[in-house]
């Protein structure tokens, strides 16, 4: 990220114990995390659902959950695309 609003270790992307479970935590950043046009409480773990938005600070650059399911993928500017791959 080349905006100075965005640090180093800002936020992290946790996959949880289902295949289709996705969790975003602020790492308490001193500029914070959205989703949605909702700020991230500091170190709690916010569940991410396909088609939803996320950033960081006062980044532009928004990211955009969807989950693959291999037959199409949407193209938008900046996709998160998670596969969910069944036994």
């Known amino acids: 990220f080349d905006d100075l609003s965005v640090e180093p270790v800002h936020?992290?992307?946790i996959h949880g114990s289902k295949n289709d479970?996705?969790?975003l935590i602020d790492l308490d950043s001193a500029h914070g995390s959205y989703i949605d046009f909702n700020k991230v409480a500091p170190f709690k773990c916010t569940k991410l659902e396909d088609g939803m938005e996320f950033w960081f600070g006062y980044s532009s650059e928004k990211w955009t959950l969807r989950w693959h399911d291999g037959i199409e993928v949407r193209k938008d500017n900046r996709?998160?695309?998670l596969f969910n791959?069944?036994?």
């Open 21 to 23: 479970e996705i969790f």
């Open 11 to 13: 936020a992290a992307l």
């Open 85 to 87: 791959f069944v036994d």
């Open 79 to 81: 996709l998160l695309i």
